[in-house]
């Protein structure tokens, strides 16, 4: 059973947050009234935030007795945060990684929680990422000039194909690049 607030909750949104879940009242969809809200998941730090964001849409239904919800909508979030019912205490994890990781663009720490199936922690994160690069090519190169001695091939390097090295090796390995327009580059993933 819901309660009614005087104030609408901190993370109740006005339109679609850059991280959120539309929270949609199903007696009313079942009543064939569409009612719901966006909640925005930068003002949730606690299970208890987001639950009382979920509690206000079902109190201000217009059909009556409304308990029950589903997620018919989401922004920012990761394939496995999708769904009618996805876990909230995951979507609050979600929330505050992409806080304590300051993501200058979520959109990196989102396509890691895509590349590991799940929500990362900040640390989990940290150990996946080895940033943007050019091509996936100029990360297998540099992969291996920080690790190997390529001066014992000598002139030999130059014959190297580094796309060939990234698409035998390290694709096949578990590795991922993820070409990122905004950010004018590949995000590349370690294997999980």
């Not at 009313?28 to 935030?49: H, K, P, R």
């Not at 079902?58 to 018919?72: K, M, N, T």
């Amino acid at each position: 059973m819901t309660t009614t607030t005087a104030t609408a909750p901190a993370c109740l949104s006005i339109g679609c947050p850059d991280i959120g879940v539309y929270v949609a009242c199903l007696a009313s969809y079942n009543s064939g009234q569409l009612y719901g809200a966006w909640l925005d998941l930068a003002y949730v730090d606690s299970i208890e935030d987001l639950q009382e964001g979920i509690d206000w849409v079902l109190a201000h239904s217009p059909a009556p007795d409304a308990e029950e919800y589903a997620i018919h909508d989401n922004c920012g979030l990761p394939s496995c945060l999708s769904g009618e019912w996805p876990d909230l205490y995951e979507l609050v994890n979600y929330a505050k990684a992409i806080r304590e990781l300051q993501c200058a663009d979520p959109v990196c720490y989102r396509l890691a929680c895509d590349h590991a199936g799940q929500v990362l922690t900040a640390d989990q994160f940290e150990d996946l990422n080895h940033g943007l690069w050019d091509t996936p090519a100029a990360f297998a190169e540099d992969w291996y000039e920080q690790t190997t001695n390529l001066s014992e091939l000598g002139g030999l390097t130059c014959y190297i194909d580094w796309e060939r090295v990234w698409d035998g090796e390290f694709a096949c390995d578990g590795y991922s690049a993820h070409f990122i327009p905004d950010l004018g580059g590949y995000l590349i993933l370690g294997h999980y």
